[in-house]
């Protein structure tokens, strides 16, 4: 009977599939280095990067290592600003779509592809703005003394879908340019290089500190809003930071690497299955499996179909849902 | 420490559910609100902990305006148990406990042996030690609620608000947490505010009981000047016998509704 349906509590088990998602992660990063038109076996790796000479390094520096570098930021975004929603929606549907960042980035993206393509240069700039308007767009809507989840998620559901709308109905207008924009909508790492990581790294850096900070708090918020003021923290305001935060991080990795959102709602909840739902260990449990899971996306689909490339974002919702089905199959299992 | 609302007013949207109402919280009492369905008595437990604003009057806390103090301060000295809480995720009952220890510590400050210690009391006084490591969802009704009140005591509070605590529980479960609160009264000298519906209940343990209606506090004081048929009549519209048992406490039968 003793904890019956439940992940094992112990710290060793904690640590121990921290290690295992640090090797799965490293494991990747190797992967998505060696693997491509051109196989390179681990030593040529190394010793490419330690001579920094040759045609491998050429490959290896301009090409792969910014975008396995970039896959890795992407997915730990995104899978932190899911986490980070989930906990303080208290709604295990929330993701980064709730928001409205991949609507709003996405409509942004479309407009500047379709409309005013002499401008789609700086496409990751419109991008990160239309996510973060988005955002706040709805946050303000949502607002009546106080932004309570329920109407967050329902304001974020209609302006997303009036969005969705307007993204729609360009493209419809405009079918000669709608595969310059599939790879966008769908997602993907193809040809982003140390640019884009450019772009990113410093929304990502402070994101990330920012949801560390805060993993003591995300549990308080967490517990309900009432409970949570009660224990003294001002709910408002913690909540206000949170989305904030999960905005900022969500919005950069979409302006990069497009609507990608699916990983920041499938990417929380394996954690949680496994880890448990204590924010000190989810989060960095996310931010590890977000950044390797993006990878093996971005790395397979480079490889189904060779030469040609599939976007890390067809993949992830051909292979995401059903782990993700099969985990909570198992789980059912030891509830029952 | 001393509790007042003073000439209070809450209202949702454009209805008013508390009308200038005073009340003086006792230290040490055990002071429970009743009142019909929609009476405004868990609005006002709510108000007075500070998780709704008055659009007039003021809580005070031995003459401080509750919204000037600093909230974990504040949640340093009161404790509240709102009545809908619960959660979705896997928490051992000693996880959630080692929550109530927010307000104590700073950022990056690590659990301290005070922090264990105050945990382990919490659990003690809510006779949960044996269920520490248990997942929160796997326990029963009762076992679930005495973790709540585990959380709001390992805040170390001189003042506990509950608001239908006993609501949905057995009648052995009803009468555990009664003890807990009766035993958090007398040794730990906790003043307790809460929102009953049962009346026996509420008279067996009560310092004093408060009707609240129209906004206001109608009558306020020890349960046998509570308990009377006219009293039970006017606050809730129905016929009642009261009787007493053996210790003197009143308790009543209803036996129909007031023409």
């Known amino acids: 009977m003793i904890n019956r349906g439940r992940i094992s509590n112990h710290l060793l088990y904690k640590i121990g599939i921290i290690i295992l998602l640090v090797l799965f992660l490293l494991a990747m990063l190797f992967w ?9 076996s681990y030593q040529q790796i190394i010793r490419a990067l330690m001579t920094q000479d040759g045609v491998e390094y050429q490959i290896i520096w301009n090409i792969r290592l910014p975008r396995v570098i970039l896959a890795a930021i992407v997915g730990a975004s995104l899978a932190i600003s899911g986490a980070i929603l989930q906990g303080v929606m208290r709604n295990p549907l929330a993701s980064p779509n709730i928001i409205g960042v991949t609507s709003g980035g996405g409509l942004a993206a479309v407009l500047v592809l379709v409309m005013f393509p002499a401008y789609s240069h700086h496409l990751t700039w419109f991008a990160f703005i239309g996510a973060l308007g988005t955002a706040l767009t709805i946050y303000l809507v949502a607002w009546n003394r106080g932004a309570q989840p329920m109407r967050l998620i329902l304001s974020g559901v209609a302006i997303s879908s009036l969005l969705g709308a ?46 560390f900070l805060g993993m003591r708090d995300l549990n308080i918020i967490a517990l309900g809003e009432e409970v949570a003021a009660g224990l003294g923290q001002r709910v408002e305001l913690s909540r206000f930071i949170f989305l904030a935060i999960a905005a900022l991080l969500a919005a950069s990795a979409v302006s990069v690497a497009g609507l990608l959102g699916f990983i920041g709602l499938v990417a929380p909840h394996m954690i949680r299955i496994i880890i448990g739902a204590d924010f000190r260990w989810l989060m960095p449990g996310c931010a590890i499996f977000g950044a390797a899971l993006l990878i093996l996306c971005d790395t397979i689909g480079r490889l189904v179909m060779a030469p040609l490339e599939l976007p890390a974002g067809v993949i992830m919702a051909l292979i995401g849902p ?7 199959r198992r789980r059912l299992k030891y509830e029952a | 420490m001393k509790l007042e609302a003073k000439k209070i ?91 109530g220890r927010f307000p104590h510590r700073k950022q990056f400050r690590p659990f301290t042996a005070i922090d264990r210690v105050a945990v382990e009391n919490a659990l003690n006084l809510t006779q949960l030690q044996n269920l520490r490591k248990r997942s929160i969802n796997t326990l029963s009704g009762g076992e679930r609620q005495r973790a709540w009140i585990a959380m709001t005591l390992a805040q170390e ?70 308990m009377t048929s006219e009293i039970l009549r006017t606050t809730f519209g129905v016929e009642a016998e009261i009787h007493h048992e053996s210790k003197g406490l009143p308790y009543f039968i209803p036996t129909g509704i007031s023409k």
Not at chain 2, 42 to 65: E, F, I, M
Not at chain 2, 160 to 182: G, N, S, W, Y
Request: proline fraction near 4%.
């Open chain 1, 322 to 328: 059903p782990f993700f089905l099969w985990l909570l």
């Open chain 2, 9 to 99: 007013s809450v209202g949702y949207g454009g209805n008013i559910v508390l009308n200038e109402l005073d009340l003086t919280v006792e230290t040490g009492e055990i002071l429970t609100l009743i009142g019909p369905n929609g009476c405004g008595k868990s609005t006002l437990l709510k108000t007075l902990g500070r998780l709704l604003k008055p659009s007039h009057g003021a809580v005070t806390l031995n003459g401080q305006d509750v919204h000037r103090f600093n909230t974990a301060k504040l949640a340093r000295i009161m404790a509240m148990l709102p009545q809908s809480h619960h959660i979705s995720e896997d928490l051992t009952v000693e996880e959630l406990a080692g929550y």
């Open chain 1, 32 to 40: 998505g280095l060696s693997s491509g038109a051109s196989k390179l």
């Open chain 2, 157 to 226: 509070p001189k003042l506990l608000m509950l608001d239908e605590p006993t609501t949905f529980l057995d009648v052995r479960c009803q009468c555990e947490v009664m003890e807990i609160i009766r035993k958090l009264n007398h040794e730990l000298k906790l003043t307790v505010i809460m929102v009953l519906h049962d009346l026996n209940l509420a008279a067996r343990c009560s310092t004093r009981m408060a009707t609240v209606g129209e906004g206001r506090i109608t009558r306020i004081g020890t349960p046998q000047q509570i």
């Open chain 1, 166 to 211: 307007a993204i729609t109905a360009i493209l419809l207008f405009n079918p000669d340019r709608v595969i310059g924009v599939l790879d966008f909508t769908v997602g993907s790492l193809s040809a982003r290089s140390w640019p884009h990581l450019q772009a990113v790294w410093p929304f990502a850096l402070s994101g990330g500190i920012l949801a």
